[in-house]
């Protein structure tokens, strides 16, 4: 059976403090100091000591919490300590407020409900428009005056100051006329002076950078650019004293490399020799490239055969002007139209620059303005030494052309261009040339004479 203690003194193996308890006191143990102490607030009865509390105090006392599982009150429903809003304040007087104001929203919902009129009631109705109004899909023309950039009436006003059109704009942009030429501006320090348009004043400013640019770099200025620093010889200058008289030229003897080519003598000419160290040399003038040379044949130096069978001859005439006396007199080789045979000849000494080449051009006449007349060459060339004598060597192969009269007037004079065959001629033979025509060749039309007043040898000197 337990022991019961019924006086501290008898609970004699636990300490107690030596500090006299006072009235209500309670003996609490302190595990700080494991003895029994006396604490205020002791004392039998107050609140149950079974229930769950909710503790807002460590030390407060148990009466003064609210005990889990009550109901709170008020506008608050549920238990503690859970509880929940009341849906409509039954606690207090806002229930009565909000159902007045559900009342009335009901009551006002119910009237427009059953109102049947097409626009709720409201009597007035000459400034509404019902979605099946004609307006709101018929397009109308504005009307009335126009206001802000615009001037005149609708539906057709103008701008109220001069605009430019868009086509305008466009052609201002494209225009490349000498107008708009960066040669056609210009401005000055003068003409920047003042104030004036944002143009104006970026023009200004660009002129005064300009100013400052051109500052900076004169004597004195912060980045002064001086000549005396490219006395000498520069990497990427060329020193004029490089050249010692009237007439030296620079040249390159290598890539980025210069040298002095003294002048050359008199009639001398710069020539490119690539066994020179510059590259090029002074040199004698030569005779040049290839040119053509001519050789005139007049009339009056022709040889005419002597007229026997196969050997006929053409005509030498001389032939009066029409103009005012004194009359100019030409010589010219009449040709017959009447189906002869004739020639003319030509002797001379091929020069020595002879390179290639042998082309005959003949000027000509004919009293017609229709038909043509064909015209036959032959060349002869002999080499001094050749086993062939000039009396008995044979000529080349005839060439020929055909050539219309001219058909405006008569005696016009006509060209006819003949590309001989040369017989293997050479600078120095001696060449004989025979101009002839058959007129009773198909080709040839004409009837009357062919009157040849001069002929051009033309060749290709080396």
Do not use: C
Not at 8 to 14: K, R, S, T
Not at 114 to 133: C, E, K, Q, R, W
Not at 153 to 175: G, K, R, V
């Amino acid at each position: 059976m337990a022991r019961v203690f019924r006086k501290i003194a008898q609970l004699l193996d636990v300490d107690v403090v030596s500090t006299p308890p006072s009235d209500g006191d309670a003996l609490t143990f302190d595990t700080a100091s494991s003895k029994w102490v006396p604490v205020a607030g002791g004392g039998g009865g107050g609140a149950s000591t079974t229930a769950d509390y909710l503790v807002g105090t460590a030390n407060a006392g148990l009466s003064a919490e609210i005990v889990v599982g009550t109901s709170p009150g008020g506008e608050l429903g549920g238990t503690w300590a859970s509880p929940t809003v009341d849906a409509v304040h039954s606690g207090s007087s806002h229930a009565t407020v909000q159902a007045a104001a559900e009342a009335t929203a009901a009551s006002a919902l119910s009237t427009h409900a059953s109102d049947t009129t097409g626009v709720h009631g409201i009597a007035d109705t000459s400034s509404l428009v019902l979605t099946g109004d004609s307006r709101l899909s018929d397009s109308r023309t504005p009307t009335g005056s126009a206001g802000g950039v615009l001037g005149g009436t609708y539906p057709n006003p103008s701008f109220a100051a001069d605009m430019a059109t868009q086509a305008e704009l466009d052609a201002h942009i494209n225009d490349t006329s000498a107008a708009h030429a960066a040669s056609a501006i210009s401005a000055s320090s003068a003409t920047l002076s003042g104030t004036g348009t944002d143009v104006q004043a970026v023009l200004e400013e660009l002129d005064n950078l300009l100013d400052d640019h051109s500052a900076r770099h004169e004597d004195g200025g912060a980045d002064e650019i001086s000549l005396t620093g490219l006395s000498g010889a520069p990497a990427d200058t060329i020193n004029k004293a490089i050249a010692d008289a009237k007439g030296d030229l620079i040249v390159a003897t290598a890539a980025d490399t210069v040298a002095r080519l003294p002048v050359g003598s008199n009639t001398q000419v710069l020539t490119a020799d690539s066994s020179q160290t510059a590259g090029v040399k002074w040199a004698d003038a030569s005779g040049g490239g290839s040119t053509t040379r001519r050789i005139n044949l007049t009339p009056g130096a022709a040889v005419l055969p002597d007229g026997s069978s196969g050997n006929g001859a053409a005509a030498l005439i001389r032939i009066q002007g029409t103009e005012t006396n004194p009359k100019k007199h030409f010589l010219a080789l009449a040709y017959d139209g009447a189906g002869a045979v004739e020639h003319a000849w030509w002797e001379f000494i091929l020069p020595d620059e002879y390179s290639s080449g042998g082309t005959l051009d003949l000027y000509w006449m004919l009293n017609a303005t229709s038909n043509a007349v064909k015209w036959q060459a032959r060349v002869g060339a002999v080499t001094a030494g050749d086993a062939d004598t000039p009396i008995e060597h044979a000529q080349a192969a005839a060439a020929t052309v055909t050539t219309n009269v001219n058909t405006t007037e008569a005696n016009r004079l006509t060209k006819s261009s003949i590309t001989l065959t040369m017989d293997s001629a050479a600078g120095g033979d001696f060449i004989s040339l025979a101009v002839l025509r058959d007129s009773g060749d198909a080709a040839d039309t004409a009837t009357q004479d062919a009157q040849l007043v001069g002929a051009v040898f033309s060749y290709v000197s080396s």
